[in-house]
């Protein structure tokens, strides 16, 4: 029976924090048998993983899947590059997009697609210290003001 909808593997919760998000593309990446099942019980790591551009060709690495229990001989490397696999106009735009200055190629998450494994990645540009702390002073302003919009609904006030 065919697996449907969309079951989160990985993500790496940090790139939003370090990184401006620019563009995000779904690409597919070129597993072995092990590795596959070894995603199936739900183990990556994406924390130090980076995608570069190399002869045409988009390459994750510093992608972590552990190796599979149940292997043998057959069993894979766990930090291996793997090939992601992109229409050859979405490589083009990257090359040309990267090519500006100071962008990278981040994956945000990993997960099942009907069946196949799919990596969603982004263009991002790497955030200084101060854009972190004005992200985050942000975010703590409009928790507060949804806080308080809460307590106004609910009739208390302070």
Do not use: C
Not at 94 to 121: A, C, H, I, W
């Amino acid at each position: 029976m065919k697996e449907k909808g969309r079951k989160v593997i990985a993500t790496n919760r940090k790139a939003r924090h370090n990184y401006t998000i620019l563009d995000t593309y779904e690409a597919g990446i070129a597993l072995v048998g092990t590795e596959v099942k070894s995603l199936r019980e739900g183990k990556a790591s994406l924390v130090d993983a980076f995608a570069t551009v190399d002869d045409g060709e988009v390459w994750l690495r510093g992608l972590h899947i552990p190796e599979y229990g149940h292997g043998t001989w057959t069993n894979h490397s766990p930090r291996r590059t793997r090939k992601l696999l992109l229409h050859r106009r979405e490589i083009d735009a990257l090359v040309g997009k990267s090519r500006e200055g100071n962008q990278t190629l981040v994956p945000l998450s990993m997960y099942f697609s009907d069946g196949k494994v799919k990596v969603e990645l982004a263009l991002a540009k790497g955030k200084q210290d101060y854009d972190k702390r004005q992200d985050i002073a942000r975010r703590t302003a409009e928790r507060e003001v949804t806080r308080e919009l809460g307590r106004r609904v609910k009739g208390m006030s302070r």
